[in-house]
């Protein structure tokens, strides 16, 4: 793909542990690949921890070449990308500053692409501060989750962006939605006509939809003390996946038809009543345990954390879709840190037969089941019944495996690098829009309501297990199990 839009990208945050980690190493592998940048591109970093660019780059230098290219760096590569790195050094904390941005960018072609890779408190501060020097025309901006605390800090974000950006210039980042395994779903859903017929309430019994980590909270126990799994993956990452699976077909793949159409789901989300909470949410925390032989601490202890916190580091909850398509089919999702594998996969559990002519063996044999598995080693498992060899009519459960390295050895991009580029390029289609973010929103609300005003612990899980006990009963008391405690 060759391009020629110019851009200049103004990274705030410049020497977070975002741009670190994702942002410059994404954009690294974009110039690394070539064609995709406009040569005439630049990157403009705003940081705390430099005074000029000649700090910067060995910053860069240092912190960032590790992260890049596994496979080692191209060195005449990195050289020409630093070659696009310019710095400005301002005070974020002072509005007048940002006529020093304004001088060093006005020149450049293109459209300017803002990147707040800091904390949300600065976001409407630096917005304002863009707007006072001109800046918030012909460009864009990218806001990182979170965004908000719950739907009332979150409209007051958006308010404050929304009178100086409008919403087309907004891009609200969810990086999962930039992750191929996600692009795939689409195309598994749209672009084959041999399942859409049966995702539907008449052949899918159940849906699971699970985010696994074995990571703990690292460094950020200061952050996610204040926020929980709930905030940091339930309502975003995993609604987000939930409105893609649940979805009906769009008409086309532009941003809107993509976005109203998940929207519908997200609004048709059936509330939780607060009295149903401990039949449909739950809600746990990790202890210390064990992670593939090494001993791990118990979130309580980890840096940045209140030793009494009650804060989840796991959830799991039963969803159900208030509309024609999906009306009784229960959803589960689950996401949780320090469980037994890192695993992101959806689960499609498809209706038995209606009537077995094939005798007892072919009930206990189990039904169909579509397993969508994002991360790691994304692949399809299409789990089908057959005959055993011999005598007799007595079936078993097999597999069709698709997996998508041996047929797509190359070409695979980064979450992040497909999203930077949709910002560069102006595609919104994998941006979360205002009204998704509303709704999603006032969904969750009332359970961290709940959950707050109950005052109850949540329940505590050993690492390195699939999270409290309670969370398997949940899904025995609909006559199913977890995926992987099905063996
Ligand atoms: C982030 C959360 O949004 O997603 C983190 O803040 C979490 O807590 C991460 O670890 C998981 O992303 P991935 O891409 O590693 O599955």
């Known amino acids: 793909m060759q391009t020629d839009s110019s851009f200049t990208f103004v990274l705030f945050g410049g020497t977070g542990d975002l741009s670190m980690r994702k942002i410059l190493p994404a954009l690294f592998e974009a110039h690394r690949a070539g064609g995709m940048l406009a040569d005439s591109g630049k990157i403009v970093a705003v940081a705390r921890h430099a005074t000029n660019r000649g700090e910067y780059i060995q910053w860069v230098n240092e912190h960032v070449k590790p992260h890049v290219s596994k496979n080692g760096v191209d060195e005449a590569a990195w050289a020409s990308f630093l070659e696009r790195i310019e710095f400005v050094n301002i005070d974020l904390g002072k509005a007048e500053d940002f006529v020093h941005l304004r001088d060093a960018i006005q020149d450049l072609p293109g459209i300017r692409v803002f990147y707040l890779a800091t904390g949300p408190s600065l976001f409407v501060p630096i917005c304002h501060a863009l707007a006072s020097v001109g800046l918030n025309v012909n460009s864009r901006i990218v806001l990182e989750k979170p965004l908000g605390y719950d739907l009332k800090s979150s409209n007051a974000i958006n308010d404050a962006v929304g009178e100086i950006f409008a919403e087309e210039q907004i891009y609200r980042i969810d990086h999962y939605l930039g992750k191929e395994p996600v692009q795939n779903l689409l195309a598994l859903r749209f672009g084959n006509a041999l399942f859409e017929p049966l995702w539907r309430r008449e052949w899918v019994e159940s849906i699971q939809i699970t985010i696994a980590e074995e990571l703990g909270v690292e460094a950020r126990g200061d952050f996610y003390d204040n926020t929980g799994a709930l905030r940091d993956m339930v309502q975003n990452h995993l609604l987000q996946l939930l409105s893609i699976v649940a979805m009906e077909p769009p008409h086309s793949m532009d941003s809107d038809s993509v976005r109203d159409e998940k929207l519908r789901v997200l609004r ?92 007892a063996s072919a009930l206990r044999a189990g039904a169909n089941r579509l397993v969508i598995r994002l991360q790691p080693n994304e692949t399809i498992r299409l789990y089908c019944l057959a005959k055993q060899p011999g005598e007799g009519m007595n079936l078993a459960s097999v597999h069709l495996d698709l997996a998508f390295d041996q047929f797509f050895r190359e070409g695979q991009m980064e979450a992040y690098q497909r999203l930077l580029l949709d910002v560069i390029n102006g595609r919104l289609a994998l941006f979360v829009r205002r009204d998704e973010q509303e709704a999603a929103w006032r969904w969750v609300e009332p359970i961290l309501n709940e959950w707050k005003a109950s005052n109850k612990p949540p329940k505590p899980y050993a690492s390195g297990t699939w999270g409290p006990a309670a969370s398997s009963a949940m899904l025995a008391q609909h006559g199913t199990c977890w995926l992987e405690e099905e063996n």
Do not use: C, M
Request: charged content about 25%; hydrophobic content about 45%.
């Open 268 to 359: 048709a989300l059936k509330p939780i009543d607060p009295r149903d909470i401990g039949k449909v949410a739950v809600r746990g925390q990790y202890h210390s345990g064990v992670i593939r032989g090494t001993a791990v601490p118990a979130y309580a202890t980890e840096p940045g954390v209140k030793p009494e916190s009650a804060t989840e580091t796991f959830v799991a909850l039963k969803v159900e879709i208030e509309n024609w398509r999906w009306a009784g089919v229960p959803f589960f999702l689950r996401t949780g840190k320090r469980l037994a594998d890192r695993v992101a996969e959806i689960v499609v559990n498809f209706r038995a037969v209606p009537h077995s002519a094939l005798g």
